[in-house]
């Protein structure tokens, strides 16, 4: 391989590191950046993490789950966090920007001085709590899958904690049957959550429920992020289950303060507790407020919308509506399973060794074929669920190290590549090698039971179809979480282009997107965009064909979702409405390799016939109570769409500054005192903007700095417990405060009693008023 400027930029950016940290002397050691999803010179970031790893020489790989690729967006700037554990501390440094000047060598450790956190915190920013609750997660030894998911999350949380038990209390008493769904995106379950409560990207993420498989569903139907619903459909009877699940931050930490007597709260120490509950007893961590057998047809399709056939979506989805469920009367309640697993112990060592019988096996039937496979053949590619099954219960991202080692393949080659899969699915891979456009493929999987692999007949995967033509790092990336390719996911990339050029992100601001025409492209979206349904910006409200049609002068366009984009400083943001009509391809040209070319800018294609046109429907200002009516899904009477386009068009943004203060203040009647009117105040406040301003950096996470004003907090948890069930509707324009960022903050508090950011919790005694069975 050529030597690239971003694989040199990793090799030294690692030897600095490791002057600074002697990294490769302590081994223990763990990388944590934004390469792989950040831009370097305006170029996908892989060759700066295979410098990374040839730097550091085996200290650091894939498989021992030691670098974390932090998703971001293409315009976020390119960091490094290095960190190694010293004694019972942990040392970062820390880089920005890919400076090679570090901008913070220190403790980043869950038990530093309040003086030593607001030193981090004034370097760091909003990237204090990412960084810092990965390193502490890590050096407890959390599992490496669940630190890949909260690196796609961003961060590791209580949420991410509690997602995790929901999973293993589903499994073992509602356990998986079969899949179902339209052909390509079958799944064990459907998920619909409401976005803002952490939990949902793991839900996404290791049960492989993404929204562009139509697995996903979720707005604010309710103020509660929290809670969860799961579909298990019964493809023989034709009937569902469905088991509803939350999990209580406020009641969990009483249960912390209670068991180990503290009197403060770090999120750091709470963290470090509740992965030990995760793995001694999950099911403490949750609870199951419902679980319903009998789910008809209907009821799902009510629930998820429904799509007939392929394109065409018939029935709008109402989400988490917690007043239908309840109202209906042909539920019965679910009988249990008592699945009991067992958690191997498999060492990182017998893992490993899997991968390599894997790859000497895939070596051994290409030499029947009289085919020699080589090590670091770039025209091999290795298609795996490693990474994402679990066997016996145990992260299997070993398995990847064991492939490198015999076939040199590896992600940031492009070469060994992780299809998303759920983290009960089978341990299978394809070794596919491509000479032009030909492709020769062998597959198996591995059988746990007597430690074999069984060669397999047909392939497993189709992402080899678009591998002939080099798609761009990102685009694969989105591809491999999508679990497939296919026409219906092929636009995602454009539509992303259209978002960065059209509606580049300014200091403070984020984008939110909402999927309202969902298919197969949203899950490229959503990886590009760095969205995320666990932080409270992204929504899937699936709305009809019919109801996102555009008829204009060129044809017809399909309203595929909106996007915002959000400044947190002045609680306002700019919503516009995308459209997208497909290209036109000649006849028995191959889609993906037309599509590929215009991800990369190439119009000169002789089958292309038609360009494909993203454009704008409505563009708008916003202020933080329409936000919050556009994410519960609109008015009632009008739906999202419906109600961007009964904004004025002709207002500005100057228009909406002193309307917002009104509106945030009416916010807090949602259940999250103190959250906006605590970062409205905050900002005007003399919050250390500062430290963001030297960051360089455009996000920004309010719940960082909350600590500041915690005080008014206490009471808000007081409120939850008696609310009742009526007073919860869906479109409740009160219910939506969770886009505050308010329910996914982090908090980090020190000598404070019992302080907390409870968000959501106003709906709490609700939910849990009729738990009792
Ligand atoms: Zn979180
Ligand atoms: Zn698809």
Redesign the pocket.
């Known amino acids: 391989m050529n030597a690239t400027d971003a694989y040199r930029l990793g090799r030294e950016i690692t030897r600095k590191a490791d002057k600074i940290l002697n990294l490769t002397k302590t081994g223990d050691v763990l990388v944590i950046t934004t390469a792989g999803t950040a831009y370097y010179r305006n170029q996908t970031s892989e060759d700066v993490l295979e410098g990374i790893l040839n730097q550091a020489r085996g200290r650091v790989s894939y498989g021992k789950g030691n670098l974390l690729m932090l998703r971001k967006t293409r315009l976020d700037p390119l960091d490094f966090a290095f960190i190694v554990r010293k004694g019972n501390d942990l040392i970062v440094a820390y880089f920005k920007n890919a400076s090679m000047t570090p901008l913070y060598v220190g403790t980043v450790s869950q038990n530093m001085t309040l003086t030593q956190y607001q030193a981090l915190q004034k370097k760091l920013g909003s990237d204090t709590f990412p960084i810092a609750s990965l390193a502490n997660a890590w050096a407890i030894g959390l599992s490496p899958d669940i630190l890949r998911e909260a690196a796609f999350h961003g961060h590791v949380c209580l949420g991410t904690i509690s997602g995790y038990a929901m999973i293993e209390t589903l499994l073992k008493y509602y356990p998986a049957t079969n899949e179902f769904g339209l052909p390509?995106?079958g799944v064990s379950y459907q998920v619909v959550g409401v976005p803002g409560g952490s939990d949902d990207d793991v839900f996404i993420y290791a049960m492989d429920a993404t929204p562009?498989?139509r697995a996903y569903v979720g707005f604010n139907t309710t103020a509660d992020t929290n809670i969860v619903g799961f579909i298990r459909w019964n493809s023989k009877t034709k009937t569902g289950t469905l088991i509803i699940m939350a999990y209580s931050q406020q009641e969990l930490i009483n249960k912390y303060k209670q068991e180990t007597k503290a009197t403060a709260v770090s999120e750091l120490k709470f963290n470090a507790w509740a992965v030990k509950k995760l793995t001694t007893s999950p099911e403490s961590l949750v609870k199951i407020l419902y679980a319903f057998d009998n789910l008809t047809q209907d009821q799902v399709n009510y629930i998820m919308g429904y799509e007939p056939t392929k394109g065409n979506t018939t029935i709008s989805a109402a989400g988490l509506d917690l007043n239908y469920i309840l109202n209906q009367t042909n539920l019965v309640n679910a009988t249990p399973a008592n699945r009991t697993y067992i958690t191997g112990n498999l060492t990182y060592g017998d893992l490993k060794n899997i991968g390599r019988l894997a790859a000497e096996k895939a070596v051994e039937l290409f030499r029947a074929m009289g085919i020699n496979l080589e090590k670091d053949d770039y025209h091999l590619f290795v298609l795996t669920s490693a990474g994402y099954v679990r066997i016996n219960g145990q992260d299997t991202g070993a398995v990847w190290d064991g492939i490198f080692d015999v076939l040199g393949s590896r992600l940031s080659r492009k070469t060994l590549l992780p299809v998303h899969a759920p983290l009960w699915g089978q341990l299978k891979f394809d070794f596919c090698l491509i000479n032009g456009t030909q492709k020769i493929i062998r597959s198996m999987y591995y059988n746990l039971t007597t430690g074999t692999f069984t060669v397999q007949s047909s392939a497993n995967y189709i992402i080899q179809e678009v591998l002939p033509y080099d798609p761009p790092f990102d685009v694969l990336m989105g591809w491999l979480f999508?679990n497939?390719?296919?026409?219906?996911?092929s636009p995602g990339y454009l539509i992303a282009d259209y978002i960065f050029q059209n509606y580049p992100r300014g200091e403070n601001e984020k984008y939110i997107y909402v999927t309202t025409l969902d298919?197969?492209k949203d899950?490229i979206l959503f990886m590009l965009l760095g969205v995320s349904a666990g932080q409270g910006t992204y929504s899937n409200q699936r709305l009809t064909t019919e109801e996102t049609r555009l008829e204009t002068e060129g044809g017809m366009n399909g309203m595929v979702g909106y996007i915002v984009v959000w400044d947190e400083k002045t609680n306002t943001g700019r919503v516009a409405i995308i459209t997208w009509q497909g290209p036109r391809f000649a006849a028995g040209s191959n889609m993906y390799e037309e599509y590929i070319r215009l991800y990369k800018h190439d119009y000169s294609s002789p089958n292309l016939i038609a360009l494909p046109t993203v454009s704008k429907a409505a563009e708008r200002f916003i202020n933080r109570e329409e936000l919050n009516i556009l994410l519960s899904g609109g008015t009632g009477s009008m739906n999202a769409l419906q109600y961007i386009f009964s904004i004025p068009a002709n207002r500005t943004r100057e228009d909406l500054i002193p309307v917002n203060n009104g509106g945030s203040q009416n916010g807090n009647q949602g259940g999250v005192p103190g959250i906006p009117g605590g970062s409205t105040g905050g900002s005007t406040g003399g919050l250390p903007s500062g430290s963001h301003g030297t960051a360089g950096h455009a996000d920004y996470t309010p719940g960082a700095e909350h600590t500041a004003s915690p005080a008014d907090v206490n009471a808000a948890s007081e409120v939850s417990e008696d609310s009742p069930m009526e007073a919860k509707r869906a479109y409740e324009v009160t219910n939506a405060t969770s886009t505050s960022g308010g329910a996914d903050s982090s908090w980090y508090v020190y000598g404070i009693v019992g302080v907390l950011v409870a968000a959501g919790l106003v709906a709490f005694g609700f939910v849990r008023g009729g738990a009792g069975k």
Do not use: A, Q
């Open positions: 390509l995106e562009g498989k999508h497939h390719v296919c026409g219906g996911s298919n197969c899950d």
